[in-house]
């Protein structure tokens, strides 16, 4: 069992960054796929980013390629989603989420096996 905490709740201006955490607790964070995701009010929850067990291989939605970057502190146990640039458009939830195993696609919530609980992010124009 993993558990995540998400941290970095903030409201920016557009042009502005932000940096999210997501704590892990146990003794198994190097062994899973970390993911961030988001939600905003009326849509779909969408992907962000990924980064494998190593950090070897990083994924990013077309969205925020360029603008946001995703890293790894196995030692920390605890995954960061770096925004820059930030748009009204990238105001939502954001979850941190957790894969065991092989993932044949990082994109779809339905590879990751834990959550967290999200934490708000508001970009104001």
């Known amino acids: 069992q993993v558990q995540l905490v998400e941290s970095g709740v903030g409201l920016v201006q557009a042009g502005g960054s932000l940096r999210l955490s997501c704590a892990a607790s146990?003794?198994?964070?190097?062994?899973?796929?970390m993911g961030w995701f988001r939600q905003a009010i009326g849509k779909e929850r969408e992907f962000v980013a990924a980064?494998?067990?190593?950090?070897?291989?990083?994924y990013y939605a077309d969205s925020v390629k360029g603008r946001f970057t995703i890293s790894r502190d196995n030692a920390k146990k605890t995954v960061y989603l770096q925004m820059n640039s930030l748009k009204p458009e990238d105001t939502a939830v954001y979850y941190c989420?957790?894969?065991?195993?092989?993932?044949?696609?990082?994109?779809?919530?339905?590879?990751?096996?834990?959550w967290g609980q999200g934490t708000q992010v508001t970009v104001s124009s």
């Open positions: 989420a957790a894969a065991r195993g092989s993932l044949k696609d990082v994109r779809p919530g339905s590879e990751y096996d834990y």
């Open positions: 146990g003794r198994t964070f190097s062994t899973y796929v």
């Open positions: 980064i494998t067990r190593n950090g070897g291989s990083i």
